[in-house]
């Protein structure tokens, strides 16, 4: 892979976290805190879980990157993942997931990615930061 793109940042993923969201994640996960699901609560908080899954949005950008040379043909595997949560997220929050590379390794038969992404509400506060590994080549060990 390309070093020299360790620190490229990616388009910015924007999506409001609406109570219905919320509720349906809840219904399919079969969570029964009632922070979560109550229909009727004035504020209706995100499990963490749903929080983390939109950083998903960002491996595609990351994965199709041709300046970053990623051979997504080998073996691919995420070894690690990580969010520090900075405060719970709620129904009516707008997230902005800002993307980018944090570091590049190459060992005798495989490299390592790992990727961050700070989610931010709509003051501009932080959420979540969430990072990740991934490990490309070398085999499933």
Request: net charge negative; aromatic share 8%; charged share 25%.
């Amino acid at each position: 892979m390309n070093k020299s793109v360790i620190g490229k940042e990616y388009p910015h993923v924007t999506y409001e976290l609406t109570r219905e969201m919320i509720l349906k994640y809840s219904r399919v996960v079969e969570d029964p805190n009632p922070y979560f699901n109550d229909e009727e609560a004035d504020v209706l908080y995100a499990p963490h879980t749903l929080i983390g899954a939109y950083t998903l949005l960002l491996a595609p950008h990351i994965m199709m990157d041709e300046e970053l040379d990623m051979d997504v043909s080998k073996s691919v595997i995420h070894t690690h993942q990580m969010h520090e949560y900075k405060r719970q997220a709620v129904a009516g929050d707008v997230l902005t997931i800002r993307g980018r590379i944090a570091d590049i390794k190459s060992f005798e038969d495989h490299e390592t990615i790992t990727f961050e992404g700070d989610i931010i509400d709509q003051d501009g506060n932080q959420v979540v930061v969430a990072r990740s590994t991934l490990k490309i080549g070398g085999g499933a060990h």
